[in-house]
């Protein structure tokens, strides 16, 4: 697909996922041992397109600093700032200068999926779309809005989440734009595609298209769904090429040191430099660098940032440690405790049911 450019957004920090770090943005969060951004990247350099462009805000310094200029991932990328937030209409439109495709996929950086890019640029132009969306299939859609379609494919409207929704079709972060759309998006103010966008398209009778499947998919806005994403890229639930080491039961990075009595898995991920001690068991885990986990201690479905400490004996399940934090010995944490960088936890039990 080298006549398809790619728009990637990652401009917002996510501030439900803020206790992790004070230094880097979610995109570039460690994610099965690389920045989550670098999954997305490289399943747009497996679909065959090789220029893309990042608008980025929060932080951007991070991903040009970190990514480069894409060579090394056989990319071109280009970044653009949006000097204040401008949505997800607004921040296509603040790139397209930088644009010179016919057709564009665009992403929100946010979101883990598995879906086939290809097949979905296939059924763009198969049915000559304004725009096309990547529709998944989720058990449960009360939670999202949903977007229906016909027996034609024609995407039909935008519902909000409802108790009772009428199709199982939730949009999935993933579009094929025409460029002559994003030329038509207001430039300079903030526009969103789902309320105003898309809508304003079906309201003209132009033709917006829904891909539907059943693929891999998570949106990665809380903790809970960081650590489940990087357990399912570690297991090989999520596909993903930038992986740095086989999928299995658990990933150990360069320079990690894990105990033989120690027990590590669930997708689990011990980063580098970090040690397990005896005794120790990590399920479902994030380990950032060089971060600690005692003897004995237990550390399950829990993201343990940069150089944080759990130590001997201590128990840490569904919590957020941020870097450098330490959590004393025989201290409990459990059910979406957070921890700030830098805090120290003695002698503390804490759990819903408290």
């Given amino acids: 697909m080298h006549d398809v450019e790619a728009v990637v957004l990652v401009g ?11 230094s880097a943005p979610k995109p570039m969060l460690p994610t099965a041992g690389v920045p989550f951004l670098a999954h997305l990247l490289s399943r747009i350099r497996a679909a065959g397109v090789r220029h893309v462009v990042l608008g980025t805000s929060y932080l951007a310094e991070t991903f040009s600093e970190h990514f480069g200029d894409g060579a090394a991932l056989d990319l071109r990328l280009t970044y653009v700032v949006e000097e204040e937030p401008l949505g997800t209409g607004g921040g296509i439109r603040n790139v397209a200068e930088h644009l010179s495709a016919e057709h564009v996929l665009v992403f929100n950086g946010d979101v883990l999926a598995g879906t086939d890019l290809t097949a979905v640029v296939d059924t763009h132009r198969r049915t000559e779309a304004d725009v096309t969306l990547h529709l998944v299939r989720v058990p449960d859609p009360r939670a ?14 935008f519902l909000e989440k409802t108790p009772d929704p009428p199709t199982d079709q939730i949009n999935a972060g993933c579009y094929v734009f025409r460029r002559s759309v994003i030329d038509s998006i207001p430039a300079g103010r903030a ?21 539907v499947d059943s693929a891999y998919w998570r949106d990665m806005g809380t903790p809970a769904d960081l650590v489940h994403g990087s357990a399912d890229l570690v297991r090989g639930l999520a596909p993903s090429d930038a992986l740095p080491g086989p999928t299995g039961d658990a990933m150990i990075l360069d320079g990690a040191q894990v105990d033989p009595s120690a027990k590590v898995f669930g997708g689990s991920t011990v980063g580098r ?9 990590v399920e479902g885990a994030m380990l950032f660098d060089g971060a600690v986990v005692g003897a004995g201690a237990v550390v399950e479905h829990s993201v343990v940032g940069a150089g944080a400490v759990v130590e001997d004996g201590a128990v840490v399940v569904d919590t957020v440690l941020g870097d450098r934090a330490v959590v004393g010995s025989g201290c409990e944490l459990r059910g979406g405790a957070r921890v700030w960088p830098d805090a120290q936890v003695r002698g503390i039990r804490f759990s819903p049911d408290a």
Avoid: I, K, M
Avoid at 144 to 157: E, I, K, S, Y
Avoid at 191 to 211: D, I, K, N, Q, W
């Fill in 12 to 22: 917002g920090r996510g501030t439900r996922l803020r206790p992790l770090t004070l």
């Fill in 191 to 211: 526009v969103s595609v789902e309320r105003e966008t898309f809508p304003g398209l079906l309201a003209a009778g132009r033709r917006v298209s829904g891909h």
């Fill in 273 to 281: 430099g970090a040690r397990v001690g005896a005794g120790a068991s």
């Fill in 144 to 157: 999202f809005g949903c977007v229906p379609t016909d027996a034609d494919g024609r995407v039909t409207a």
